[in-house]
């Protein structure tokens, strides 16, 4: 079966200038200031603020991964998209049915009505980087990101795709803040994470060493299952990206800098672990989501994703 | 290789259960119903009638249903439904969006646990891996061909499919039905390409690695296309959709000839009708008459992200009991449709070996799946 390797990251998160501010924040007690990102984005009919962060986190990571910019290029139809978002497109719901019920609704343009539905990201970012092969968004609640990822390796190792880009994005509209204010929660992400998930074969082809290997993954009732699984496998693992309630010693928490991340945490900690991992760091990474520390009413499942340093080289050996 | 579907249950407007919804376009009973309310163009739409009205009692319908048709199609299978360890994929459009409206405008209570379907998953089958893809009109159809990957991955011998979506009132403001109801019928030449048929229902396979379940096959999924346009248009792509109808069949290892009964997407916007068609007309080319061809979307009422499974479940009824339903009264068919023996008005009764199920997303997300008659 084909192994699927991390090839490139991006980022495009209010009050975040790059990866290594993520990374910083492991040992600095900073707050994340808040300068909102400012998208400068051509006019397109219907654009949310979710696909343009989507957008803008996704042509970094093709641009790292060698894509864009004279890069190689990607070929359309073995080239895939997966958007993990829990609330994208309920504000422009809510927006219209405020709308109905003042009964100010009247006949959309001629580029059509607005996109109320969650799969909108993964429209844009397809139609941008001409990506024609599978089109997957993911509505799955705190895991959300961690199991993109997952299905992105699974469309590399069943041939259905050579190159996945990934993104996890959340916005901060009114509506999505409203929502978070159920739980009480007073802090936020506003962006979006992306990565480029790519057969190791094909990134070898290419002559790219790749960044890390997408080693296991685990989808159980309890992060200790997760836990006991993923250590089962036997790697040395030096970096744990987890929540505060995961009850992990040490692990690496965004969401104390970043707040409540929701489906783009996964892709988040991807980032963070990846680069991590490309800076030569020794021992795998263990990402965690879900389970207890979950949002509150959301505990279907803990997730775990293992990245490791990727077992090829450019000449292909093992 | 080919994969087992042992059980099957679904929910729409004119049934409650996969045989039920079957009898019911065969005799022409249609989901239309009367609308409430003077805030949209159609005094009609197809809504489920569960004794909820718009607006009261509407919150949770859509997991409701999910939970429904799971639940039938884990029983029509023999599966234990107390503790259910498989992977259940759960496509949709509009996810549980409507609790979100009637909690924005109404202030009805809602909890984030119940936006999110794995949370009822978990609580009434108890299962762990279940994943949720909004991946519009080819939802489930994604969701069937993600599920034939696990299964040939190895990652496990069996996997839930399954749809459902309750109609939002944003949609139904946005993608309001015509007043006239011959306009509303797809491959009517009189369709407007923004309108788009709503509609609301939920529907559930269980697949399994074939010959390891409990029970026959019903029927065998041979194999599943998925793409994308990539274009910035809410349009189909001819190129795309005639590819994924290529690529299905070659997945499936049959050539067009094989194929016995297209379901198609038939969205009811006359631009995607001409391309459905046009991409049919191509494939087809060397076969006259061809196949038959019907849908369930006009006359079962539309089922949204879960149209594909829909059509899907009863492909598989119509090759148990060899009625093919008709798509209901279509008194202008586009000109590319002349050539193909369209099932309009009334059931016919045929041989159905091979189907293929046609679902395309708006904004160009494609399936189509091959589902051959159980041996």
Known sequence: MRSAVITGVGLAVTGVRGVQDLLSMRSRDSDVPAEPVVLHTRPTRNRDRASGLALRAAGSALRHAGFLGGGSAVRGELAAVVVSTNFTGLDVACACVDEVRSGSIGEYGPAGPPYTTSDVVAHWVAAEYRLRGPSLTLCNGPTSGLDAMYWARCLVETARATVVVVVGVEPDTTVVARLHGIDGVCRWLDGAAAVVVESAEHADRRGFVARAEVAGYWRMAEVADVLRDARSLGPDIGMYLADGQAGLPGAFDLTRRLGRCSGALGVLQCVVGTSWLDQGASGAVLAIAGGTSAEQTCNDAAVGLLLRTPRWSVTGAL | ?375
């Open chain 2, 1 to 375: 290789m080919s994969w087992d579907i042992t059980g099957i249950g679904a929910v729409a407007v004119n049934g409650w259960n996969a045989m039920d919804i079957h009898a019911a376009l065969c005799t022409g009973l249609t989901g239309r119903r009367s609308r409430e309310g003077d805030r949209y163009r159609s005094p009609h739409t197809y809504r489920i009638d569960d004794g909820a009205r718009m607006g009261r009692g509407d919150a949770g319908r859509a997991t409701k249903w999910l939970c429904e048709v799971v639940d039938s199609a884990l029983a029509d299978a023999g599966v234990d439904t107390t503790a259910v360890d498989c992977p259940i994929l759960v496509g949709t459009t509009m996810r549980e969006q409507r609790s979100v409206e009637l909690w924005w405008i109404e202030q009805q209570p809602l909890t984030l646990g119940e936006l999110h379907f794995g949370t009822a998953l978990r609580k009434r089958f108890g299962a762990t891996r279940s994943y949720t893809f909004a991946n519009g009109r080819a939802a489930s159809l994604y969701s069937l061909g993600l599920a034939t990957d696990l299964i040939e991955s190895g990652q496990s011998d069996m996997v839930v499919v399954a749809s459902t979506d309750a109609i939002t009132e944003s949609a139904a403001a946005l993608f309001d039905p015509l007043p006239d109801p011959a306009r509303a019928t797809p491959w009517s030449d009189r369709c407007d390409h923004r309108r788009i048929l709503s509609g609301e229902g939920a529907a559930a396979v269980v697949l399994q690695r074939e010959g390891t379940g409990s029970r026959c096959a019903r029927a065998k999924v041979r194999g599943v296309s998925l793409n994308c346009d990539a274009s910035q248009g809410m349009a189909s792509d001819l190129r795309s959709i005639t590819d994924a109808m290529r690529q299905a069949h070659a997945r499936a290892r049959v050539s067009s000839a094989d194929i016995d009964l297209v379901m198609l997407h038939g969205s009811g916007t006359d631009l995607d009708e001409h391309i459905e068609m046009s991409a049919l007309s191509t494939v087809f080319a060397d076969h006259d008459p061809g196949p038959l061809m019907t849908a369930v979307r006009p006359g079962g009422g539309p089922a949204l992200g879960g149209s594909g499974l829909l059509s899907l479940v009863m492909a598989v009824c119509a090759m148990e009991t060899g009625a093919v339903p008709p798509e209901g009264g279509n008194s202008h068919p586009i000109a590319e449709s002349a050539g193909f023996l369209m099932v309009s008005r009334k059931p016919v009764i045929a041989d159905v070996a091979v189907a293929q199920i046609d679902a395309f997303g708006l904004g160009g997300v494609n399936a189509v799946a091959i589902v051959e008659r159980s041996r």
